[in-house]
T-cell receptor
Framework: DGGITQSPKYLFRKEGQNVTLSCEQN?????MYWYRQDPGQGLRLIYY???????QKGDIAEGYSVSREKKESFPLTVTSAQKNPTAFYLC??????????????FGPGTRLTVL | AQSVTQPDIHITVSEGASLELRCNYS??????LFWYVQSPGQGLQLLLK??????LVQGIKGFEAEFKRSQSSFNLRKPSVHWSDAAEYFC??????????????FGTGTLLAVQP
């Protein structure tokens, strides 16, 4: 089956710890995205990547880091510098450069809770 | 700056009744518009999208949306709601097309409840 997988589904972190959220896609999509979702605020863009080994900050990148070493993988690290990391994190991907290229497809999400 | 407004935070409709969810956008060029649906604790599923052409767009699950440039709106409609439609609905505008500037800007969502 083609799709986007995110792991783990639930993640608990102690204050001061870094954690890494996994996002993998087998859709052969070029672009990948990380969003943060908080109640009543919609989705906000953290980072995105158009090609391997390149990524750009979104609207709320502070306290987060990413890497894009492989086309199919775009892990997100939530660092201890992120002051309020408890949220639902969504990964998305998109085919770049075709007529349907603007559609983003989403993974099932990871809920991160800081204890 | 681009923005999306969903004025209704929460809507309750009876099963079998018609539904309209409102979405207004602010964007300088021809927009790319999307509606997504999210069940609790799940990711987002694409319902429909508008890129160009016919302003009435058909989507999955019996939903449709109409792009009205003069009103900067892209309202989502369904003629008869089913209990399984209870979910949160997000409208989004694509900020650019292709290339490095293609991002989505989301509204804050409308939570739909369906009563028997």
């Amino acid at each position: 089956d083609g799709g986007i997988t995110q792991s783990p589904k639930y993640l608990f972190r102690k204050e001061g710890q870094n954690v890494t959220l996994s996002c993998e896609q087998n859709l052969n999509h070029d672009a990948m995205y990380w969003y943060r979702q908080d109640p009543g605020q919609g989705l906000r863009l953290i980072y995105y990547s158009q090609i391997v080994n390149d990524f750009q900050k979104g609207d709320i990148a502070e306290g987060y880091s990413v890497s894009r070493e492989k086309k199919e993988s775009f892990p997100l690290t939530v660092t201890s510098a992120q002051k309020n990391p408890t949220a639902f994190y969504l990964c998305a991907s998109r085919i770049d450069g075709t007529s349907g290229g603007d559609t983003q497809y989403f993974g099932p999400g990871t809920r991160l809770t800081v204890l | 700056a681009q923005s999306v407004t969903q004025p209704d935070i929460h809507i309750t409709v009876s099963e079998g009744a018609s539904l309209e969810l409102r979405c207004n956008y602010s964007y300088g060029a021809t927009p790319y518009l999307f509606w997504y649906v999210q069940s609790p604790g799940q990711g987002l599923q694409l319902l429909l999208k508008y890129f160009s052409g016919d302003t009435l767009v058909q989507g999955i699950k019996g939903f449709e949306a109409e792009f009205k440039r003069s009103q900067s709106s892209f309202n989502l409609r369904k003629p008869s709601v089913h209990w399984s439609d209870a979910a949160e609905y997000f409208c989004a505008v694509g900020a650019g097309y292709g290339g490095a500037t293609n991002k989505l800007i989301f509204g804050t969502g409308t939570l739909l409840a369906v009563q028997p």
